[in-house]
């Protein structure tokens, strides 16, 4: 296979290949893999498979950009159906604590359990394994501090599960409420006020 | 935690209603308590909330000391922020001292509270992204598969041990050799890296021990490993292994990233338009220059510790 110009558009031939790739294989194909495979050059690659993906756009299965690789998957239009069949499959979505605990290790890795506990005000002792059972999670290496703490960070099947291309993929996370000082003071000012008023209501509370 | 408090979970997400609510922990209760009063975290009515808070305290009475502890600390906070706000501001504050609700160590319950739900709002986010993947579905993965896949990312332990293992080797072959004289051959760890980007080949995976091959001295096996290390950093290169303490393996990574293509020009640009990928025979390891400092010099890479050459001295 002779490498291509990246000016001239792929043949049909070419983008049967790469469909013919992705149908076979169960797991994201990487631009690495498919190089390997095929013998092209990246962009080549990348030009093909937009072409093959805007060719699916309208059919019951998809072509997804997913933890570095390309996947097909059936369509979200087909869902409610298809769902039914896999309804028996275990797919099991995480409790609250340990999607809290998730997020905290994907926007915070590395990151060690005491930095999570610090942040979560809660222990996590139990909610760890549980994410490394479901291989979301892995160990990145030990942290400079005593104890050598183990480092947290995520894996690339919790880029599949949650179908992020890569981990900038992540939604943003909320701003930080900026305060300005003078706004600061305002409001400190005012729930001083607030404070006040309620104390003189009800001073008590506890017995 | 294992009472659990019945209420309607309110707020914008009106499609989304949890009936039991079961808290996660002090800072998880109060932002609900905060929340409750649709108030800024940094206006609530403390002695509102701190009413509540006990309240739910009382409530709880487990007899586990972690949980119970951690809910207390953040109560008798909650009790100096009231005691606090109780008192009259300073007449004139010194302009230093600014009132911030932040001031002292162990009172950042603000600080806290806000990057808490930072996270908490981020992983609802998370979860509908989960929702959104869930109504995909590719061709199914093996079990057994889906716990191991093919190509693991090498776990910092194994890396180290596979660096045991060549030092070891080496200590081995150095015994042999007893009483050779030996020169410290000066290579720096920007060199080493562009060294072993050429010597591997994009079609090509080798293994680990194998960028080792032929290395004189200790000095040298610890300079490559920092370039693997910074290459893999970079990535510039990948390593992986099949099973966990496995044999590790390193092949050349040809992401078409923005941030890769940008280094590959660099590269480019830093040996001259010199071809990277020159073919070479696999085992003999990679080929050395002498060391130039102004390669190292305009290397735009991180400097290590280990980037100077060495003068030349025998050991």
Known sequence: MTTQSTTEAPPREHLAILEAILFSSTRPQPVDSLKTLTGWQSRYIEQAMNMLMDEYAERGIQIRMVANGWQMVTSPAVAPVVEKMHAQASRSALSRAAMETLAIIAYRQPVTRAQIEALRGVKVDHIIPQLFEKNFIRELGRAQAPGRPMLLGTTRHFLTHFGLKNLDDLPELPPDETLSDVNLQHRVADALDAAEHQAAEQLSFGD | ?315
């Open chain 2, 1 to 315: 935690m294992t009472d659990a408090v019945e209420h309607q979970e309110e707020g914008p997400r009106s499609g989304y209603q949890v009936k039991t609510h079961l808290f996660e922990g002090p800072l998880d209760l109060l932002l609900y308590l905060v929340s409750k009063q649709k108030l800024d975290i940094t206006e609530m009515s403390l002695a509102k909330v701190a009413e509540e808070y006990w309240a739910y305290l009382k409530m709880l009475q487990t007899l586990d000391l972690d949980v119970e502890s951690s809910y207390l600390v953040v109560f008798a906070c909650l009790l100096e922020l009231k005691s606090r706000l109780l008192l009259p501001p300073e007449p004139e504050p010194p302009d230093e001292m600014d009132f911030d609700l932040g001031d002292t160590a162990e009172f950042d319950l603000v600080e806290r509270l806000k990057e808490y739900k930072k996270y908490k709002e981020a992983s609802l986010v998370l979860q509908e992204r989960e929702r959104e993947a869930m109504q995909v579905f590719p061709r199914p993965i093996d079990e057994e598969e889906a716990i191991e896949p093919p190509t693991l990312d090498v776990s910092l332990p194994d890396l180290l041990e596979a660096l045991r293992g060549v030092l070891e080797s080496y200590q081995k072959r150095s015994k042999k050799k007893e009483g050779l004289t030996m020169e410290r051959v000066a290579v720096s760890v920007p060199q080493r890296m562009r060294e072993i980007v050429s010597f591997l080949r994009p079609d090509k995976t080798f293994q680990f021990t194998e960028l080792f091959e032929g290395e004189a001295t200790r000095d040298q096996i610890i300079v490559t490993f920092l370039a693997i290390l910074e290459l893999t950093r970079l990535a510039r290169i990948r390593i992986w292994q099949e099973v966990t303490s496995g044999p590790i393996f390193v092949e050349r990574a040809e992401d078409v990233s923005s941030r890769e293509l940008l280094l590959e020009e660099l590269m480019l640009l830093e040996e001259g338009g010199a071809s990277p990928g020159k073919k070479r025979r696999r085992g003999t390891g990679p080929p050395r220059k002498p060391p130039r400092s102004e390669d190292v010099e305009s290397l735009p890479l991180p400097s290590l510790e280990m980037d100077k050459p060495r003068e030349e001295e025998p050991v």
